[in-house]
């Protein structure tokens, strides 16, 4: 007979308050299983591995770098995918329980879906499980203490590098608007909301929950400054200009 | 002097698994602070509550009960508000630090927002924090094992009440729509996935989380069936498809 595969859980560490763990998360780290960790370069610090530091959790041994790089060249991201998920399945195969920490949600603009699906080519009869997190837009927001959505109105969450155009659309439809990775797209972003006169229902939030979070309210202020990769904009229109537009038939409108 | 106002706290308690209660929610509970909770009828069974009884905590002495009608009657709406911020303005006017039990995130689609807004009408100085949580469609995303989103996509979060034009116009541009409250609009929007050839990239999902969660891949067979309020559907659109229109546009796209 054959060993019983571990089994493989991604672990959602919510955005960077660790605080911010819920008690599943907590429980399954310090379950005995084994830790998986993604780095975009190896050695170099993993965000997700911070957060579980600053709750006061030490690594435990035998716990695993896997490598993510950031990096569109499609050859280098197949081959990373491959090792990565290569590893975990040894690991699995070994009959180890396996965390992977995922900063955020892990169901959400999360490399862990893609992880899990890739095992799961190699050994068919693993299980999968996801604790979900906190995500780095409701921690944005309740830092900023602003309102994502409120009952009956609309979210759209995108990444920012769809464009202004495609952003500029959606503010017709949706009450609130979350724009992710905002950094390479931050001034043309600044230049739409003032032409639309929506700058003082923008507000900027960087490492939200980390040591250094920084929340911008004066968004025109970031105009040609450097931003951190983990950072994101809220655009919620005031109330009266969705009412407007919610009398016009809403979510559907075209311009 | 006058005494200083208590603190007003949004308390997030995900949406049903107490294990998804966060560290510093946890902490909030424990803190002393005098616990308001939601019902929506006077000596009704509070959800929120439900939540953190299931977590093994029990009610402290002196919690208060808050009534939210669901009624539409927005004189009935309005005087419940008026008592709600009245009875929670008193309590922070004595000094005391008040936790809110919100269930899922505090910032999505809850009271606490509008809560907060009108008691600061009364205490303007008061100070207010929010404890970010898990939401619904986080959780409903990670006990159906799917994905709400990966690096690069869009998602969507609106309430089914938008009607099935909105729903099926955000299809077309969205590589998740998250559609809330389906309950009174079921079989409309089960008519419209089959129409769109989607049933296969649904899933319902009632009080994730609970003892009594539900997930139904085969969303067709909920024709005519009666469902719980607390429920929504997740629409994924496969893969090829999305590539298809991302390679013709994406978010940008018109019909």
Same mark, same amino acid.
């Given at each position: 007979m054959t060993k019983p595969y571990g089994k493989l859980v991604g672990v959602s560490l919510g955005p960077g308050d660790p605080g911010l763990i819920t008690r599943r998360a907590w429980d399954a780290l310090c379950s005995g299983a084994r830790w998986i960790y993604p780095v975009s370069r190896a050695g170099e610090k993993s965000y997700a591995l911070s957060i579980v530091e600053r709750a006061g959790l030490s690594v435990p041994a035998g716990a695993v770098e896997l490598v993510f790089p950031m990096t569109r060249d499609a050859l280098?991201?197949?081959?990373?995918?491959?090792?990565?998920?290569?590893?975990?399945?040894?690991?699995?195969?070994?009959?180890?329980?396996?965390?992977?920490?995922? =900063?955020?949600?892990?169901?959400?603009?999360?490399?862990?879906?893609?992880? @899990?699906?890739?095992?799961?080519?190699?050994? &068919?009869? +693993?299980? +999968? =499980?996801?604790? &979900?997190? +906190?995500?780095?837009?409701?921690?944005?927001?309740?830092?900023?203490?602003?309102?994502?959505?409120? =009952?009956? =109105?609309?979210?759209?969450?995108? &990444?920012? @590098?769809?464009? +202004?155009?495609?952003i500029d659309h959606l503010l017709d439809g949706f009450d609130t608007l979350v724009l992710l990775k905002v950094k390479p797209m931050l001034d043309e972003i600044i230049d739409l909301l003032e032409r639309r006169g929506l700058l003082a229902d923008s507000c900027f939030i960087e490492k939200v929950g980390a040591p250094d979070e920084r929340v911008v309210h004066d968004v025109a202020s970031l105009r040609g400054k450097a931003v951190n990769y983990l950072s994101l904009m809220l655009v919620r229109r005031a109330e009266h200009q969705r009412n407007e537009d919610r009398r016009a038939g809403s979510a559907r409108k075209e311009r």
């Open positions: 280098a991201l197949d081959e990373a995918w491959m090792l990565a998920a290569g590893r975990t399945a040894a690991l699995l195969a070994e009959g180890t329980d396996v965390v992977f920490l995922v =900063e955020g949600d892990a169901s959400t603009f999360a490399t862990f879906g893609h992880l @899990a699906r890739v095992v799961r080519e190699r050994l &068919p009869d +693993v299980n +999968v =499980e996801t604790i &979900p997190g +906190v995500s780095s837009f409701a921690a944005a927001a309740a830092a900023t203490g602003r309102t994502l959505a409120e =009952e009956g =109105e609309t979210l759209a969450v995108i &990444p920012a @590098a769809y464009g +202004v155009g495609a």
